[in-house]
């Protein structure tokens, strides 16, 4: 068992985009003791938690509390700031971390708290840090963690994965009576974990839209455990992580809960609903739809085989139907497991 960490809180955390889970975990920082600078991208945002000390928009009827201030001038929200928590939509991930690098202290930790892989690139996001803003550290936050669940003191418990004294100051920073962060220098674990499960949670939400009953949507959550744990030692990933709180963990809660928006989105789709449907403007994120073609680029690459995500990613390109896709994955060669 390892020692307890003496590790430093930081004073001030910044919090990047105020989405539900920007927002959730501002106050975490906040409830933590921490002073936070929530920043927005939209003004109504800004403007909606400064009239009414809540974020009504994207996280209604949960009280802010003062040592949060709502601003939507970067250069404020990250003066000071001894870390900051990169909450956008991962497709935005690389113009958010530029833009905090043009204003940032340099060598500030980047905790990047979105899921997903970049499309187009498949690119994991500490890939993304690197590029987007070097001389940075790069972080990350992830686990399962509803942003609500944490936002009204349901006991959650999350990794922080950074370099091992980082982690732990982070860990120092948020940690309160309900919130647990667990602390990891597996930053490419726990960055895959988070993002694949989104994938695979379309997928069980699916099936479950189908009907295919509770013994198929089992099987897919393990087969999909295993796609995941493949692809992941590939990119030098730890297999504890894989099995931890930000691969297994964020895994089981996604794919089996109505909660999570990509498992939705696949029971809806799975129901027979049109993609182009529950993809347009105001619908909820589903980061999976844009992670499946990427995390299957990603795999490509890597020469590591995803039937499951390769499937989610053709139905929902439109280029396997439904039916096809459950007898293409049933009738893949017979393997042993
Ligand atoms: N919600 C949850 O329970 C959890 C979410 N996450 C992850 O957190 C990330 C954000 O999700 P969530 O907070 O739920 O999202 P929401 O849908 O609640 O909010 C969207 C957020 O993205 C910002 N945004 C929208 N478009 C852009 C853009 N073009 N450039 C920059 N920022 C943009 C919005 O900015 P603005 O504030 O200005 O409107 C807002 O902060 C995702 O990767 C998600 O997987 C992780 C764990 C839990
Ligand atoms: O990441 C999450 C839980 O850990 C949130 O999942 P959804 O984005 O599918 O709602």
Redesign the pocket.
């Known amino acids: 068992m390892s020692a307890p960490s003496k590790a430093a809180a930081y004073e001030k955390i910044g919090v990047i985009?105020?989405?539900?889970?920007?927002t959730?975990l501002a106050l975490t920082a906040a409830r933590a003791g921490r002073k936070v600078s929530l920043w927005?991208?939209?003004p109504e945002?800004v403007e909606a938690i400064r009239k009414t000390g809540e974020n009504g928009?994207?996280l209604p009827g949960i009280a802010l509390p003062e040592n949060i201030t709502a601003t939507g001038d970067l250069a404020e929200a990250v003066s000071g700031a001894g870390a900051l928590l990169m909450?956008?939509?991962?497709q935005?991930l690389r113009?958010?971390l530029s833009a905090v690098a043009a204003v940032a202290a340099k060598g500030t930790p980047l905790v990047v708290?979105?899921?997903?892989i970049e499309r187009g690139t498949g690119k994991i996001v500490t890939e993304v840090i690197a590029e987007a803003a070097p001389g940075f550290e790069p972080a990350i936050l992830?686990g399962p963690?509803?942003?609500?669940d944490s936002a009204v003191g349901l006991p959650t418990a999350v990794t922080t994965a950074a370099r091992m004294d980082i982690a732990e100051r982070l860990q120092a920073s948020l940690s309160h009576a309900t919130f647990r962060p667990y602390a990891s220098d597996d930053l490419v674990g726990v960055a895959l974990g988070?993002a694949a499960k989104?994938v695979y949670a379309i997928a069980t939400g699916i099936v479950d839209g189908m009907g295919l009953g509770e013994s198929a949507r089992a099987a897919l959550l393990a087969r999909s455990f295993a796609e995941l744990t493949r692809l992941g030692i590939a990119l030098g990933a730890r297999s504890e992580t894989l099995m931890g709180l930000s691969g297994l963990g964020d895994l089981v809660l996604t794919a089996t809960s109505p909660t999570s928006r990509n498992f939705h989105f696949g029971q809806e789709v799975g129901r027979g609903r049109s993609i182009a449907s529950l993809r347009e403007p105001g619908k909820?994120?589903a980061?999976g739809v844009e992670t499946a073609p990427a995390l299957v680029t990603r795999a490509a690459a890597e020469k590591i085989e995803l039937p499951i995500a390769e499937t989610v990613a053709n139905v929902l390109s439109g280029a396997l139907p439904l039916d096809g896709a459950i007898v293409r994955l049933m009738t893949r060669p017979l393997k042993s497991e």
Do not use: T
């Open positions: 985009g105020a989405g539900a889970w920007g959730s927005a991208r939209e945002v928009i994207f909450v956008p939509p991962a935005h113009s958010a708290c979105a899921k997903g992830s963690s509803f942003a609500r988070g989104n909820p994120l980061e």
